[in-house]
């Protein structure tokens, strides 16, 4: 089992920053992806960022160019860091753990831009 933790999100008004942090714990593998997905009231959730073990990172094209996904593995921690946020990018922030026959979600974190 792998246990996810999300923290970070907030209040911020349009063109400010926020950073997001998932802390994982459990039995992690040396293979495994991680990545941030995001959900918005009334649709679907959508992929934002991901960052394999290797380091190789994925970005929605919604946020290139303004979001940077990271990962810290001696903290088994993944961030995002949101710059130059739009009311558009208001959601419900879920963090995401793959590997071969696993799945893992952590239970999120609010993001609101809004002036």
């Known amino acids: 089992q792998v246990q996810l933790v999300e923290s970070g999100g907030g209040l911020v008004q349009p063109g400010g920053s926020l950073r997001l942090s998932c802390a994982a714990s459990g039995s992690i593998s040396s293979i495994h992806l991680l990545a941030w997905y995001r959900q918005a009231p009334g649709k679907q959730r959508d992929f934002v960022a991901s960052?394999?073990?290797?380091?190789?990172?994925t970005y929605a094209d919604s946020v290139k160019g303004r979001f940077t996904i990271s990962r810290d593995n001696a903290k088994n921690t993944m961030y995002l860091q949101m710059n130059s946020l739009k009311p558009e990018d208001t959601a419900v922030y879920y963090c995401?753990?793959?590997?071969?026959?696993?799945?893992?979600w952590g239970q999120g974190t609010q993001v609101t831009v809004s002036s």
């Open positions: 960052i394999i073990s290797d380091g190789r990172t």
């Open positions: 995401n753990y793959k590997s071969p026959g696993n799945d893992y």
